[in-house]
């Protein structure tokens, strides 16, 4: 009987195996750890109406994200001015590790009843956990500012019933 094809699968199996814990030992002895300093200091530094979460459903996945929960302080008494005017909470960048070990960068916009779930996210890609660093970071978050801008006040165009 020849098992060498079988050996070497075997061999590989193990060799993958190795990988998914070595990027799991740098999510939590790095990655993690640079994600909540640099997110933490983002909001401070920027104190908008965003808090950081750590996230830890499931024993295999962890997540940290930073996500809008109210107005800017400046603008509550502007908006007390409009009744009718309700903040819609939500709009997330997640930064959730999979169980390979990868990070997927997601972001998740506000709920609205009655809208369609199908665009509530955007993926952003999948990353290896040494590569997010916090130059890498601040970029995800300036994208994320952008698609939020981008869902707060929509293009026209983008409106069905016009032409791009």
Same mark, same amino acid.
């Given at each position: 009987m020849k098992t060498e094809h079988l050996e070497e699968r075997v061999n590989d199996y193990k060799k993958s195996i190795e990988i998914v814990i070595q990027k799991k030992i740098f999510w939590?002895?790095?990655?993690?750890?640079?994600? /909540?300093?640099?997110?933490n200091s983002i909001v401070t530094q920027y104190n908008i109406g965003w808090q950081v979460q750590e996230l830890n459903w499931i024993q295999s996945n962890e997540a940290?994200?930073?996500? &809008?929960?109210s107005f800017p302080p400046e603008l509550m008494e502007k908006t007390n001015l409009i009744a009718s005017?309700?903040?819609?909470?939500?709009?997330? /960048? =997640? &930064?959730?590790q999979s169980y390979s070990?990868? =990070?997927?960068?997601?972001i998740l916009f506000p709920i609205v009843e009655d809208t369609s779930?199908?665009?509530s996210s955007i993926e952003l890609g999948i990353f290896k956990p040494e590569?997010?660093?916090?130059?890498?970071?601040i970029e995800r978050v300036?994208? &994320?500012?952008?698609?939020?801008?981008?869902w707060e006040v929509p293009n026209l165009k983008t409106k069905l019933g016009f032409q791009s």
């Open positions: 939590k002895q790095k990655t993690r750890t640079i994600l /909540l300093e640099t997110l940290i994200n930073i996500t &809008f929960d005017y309700q903040f819609i909470q939500g709009g997330s /960048l =997640v &930064f959730s070990g990868d =990070v997927h960068v997601i779930i199908e665009n590569e997010i660093t916090e130059k890498f970071i300036d994208e &994320f500012l952008k698609q939020m801008i981008q």
